[in-house]
């Protein structure tokens, strides 16, 4: 992940304005780039708000 920042799978569902299992499966799917990191996944922010441009909801 490019510039380190990161978010968990909860903060990640929230700014995506989705559930935490619709964020599991964009994260097995490829859609969204992660690590996991110490048993948890971080998810670049970077990916989230790329997807939210994607979605046409990028603020």
Known sequence: MQNGKTLSVREAAAEL??????????????????????GQWRISKDSVQERLREKGLAQ
């Open 17 to 38: 304005r989705v559930g935490v299992t619709q964020v599991y499966t964009l994260l097995w799917d490829g859609r969204l780039r992660a690590q996991k990191i110490d």
